[in-house]
């Protein structure tokens, strides 16, 4: 699944970030602010009219992300026990 389809408040893990092309900046500034495997995150609040931007919580940190940025990651939904 992609970050960018991810519901609001579900918990999910980074599973990786991909390139849109070689040397893709935007793609290695995500993985610089933490959007590396297995690091937890959710989506903390939704633009209007669902829209830009999001805003994610990976960590302790948020980042406001368009959602064209947010297709990038790909994560994987946390399971309740």
């Known amino acids: 699944m992609r970050l960018s389809e991810l519901p609001k408040g579900s918990p999910a893990v980074v599973d990786r970030v991909d390139d849109a092309h070689a040397s893709d900046p935007i793609a ?16 903390v609040a939704i ?5 830009d931007p ?18 990038r990651v790909s994560v994987r939904v946390e399971v309740a026990a």
């Open 47 to 51: 633009g209007p009219m669902g829209g």
């Open 54 to 71: 999001l805003l994610i919580q990976i960590g302790s940190t948020r980042f406001a992300l368009r959602r064209a940025e947010a297709a």
């Open 28 to 43: 290695q500034r995500l993985r610089d602010l933490g959007f590396v495997d297995g690091e937890p995150l959710r989506v």
